[in-house]
């Protein structure tokens, strides 16, 4: 079985799978590959990426099961960001502005606390 590839003690990247026969890259974490069905390998990815497209939660998602935050409801993004190995990842983009967000930005993802996120990178992140 796959280590749980949402698990909080990745903080920086995610945990992914390749495919020994074809090579194909997915995430989260598979046992078998998607494409071909042969055998996959846990796989390291580093989390830097483009935004490929997103979109903007502007109302609460119906209770239960939604349980509002103390403060209540905060519009937020979601977007997929693509990595360097062609994976899209579908991640909470976190952003200070709404109206900053572009596709194409460059993002980090991580996975911490059972949710991918992507905030923006920063300059002195880029190319590492």
Not at 38 to 53: I, K, N, R, V, Y
Not at 59 to 67: G, H, V
Not at 90 to 107: F, S
Request: net charge negative; charged share 20%; hydrophobic share 35%.
């Amino acid at each position: 079985m796959a280590t749980d590839p949402r698990s909080p003690t990745v903080t920086v990247g995610l945990q992914g799978s390749r495919c020994s026969g074809c090579s194909v890259t997915a995430y989260p974490a598979e046992d078998a590959c998607p494409r071909c069905g042969g055998p996959a390998d846990p796989e390291f990815l580093p989390g830097a990426g483009t935004l490929w497209t997103w979109t903007v939660q502007r109302y609460a998602p119906k209770s239960p099961p939604y349980q509002p935050p103390p403060g209540g409801f905060e519009p937020f993004a979601l977007g997929y960001v693509e990595l360097a190995e062609g994976v899209r990842v579908a991640a909470v983009l976190d952003v200070e502005d709404l109206d900053d967000i572009r596709i194409g930005m460059p993002l980090t993802v991580t996975a911490e606390h059972g949710v991918p996120r992507a905030r923006p990178t920063s300059a002195g992140e880029e190319g590492s």
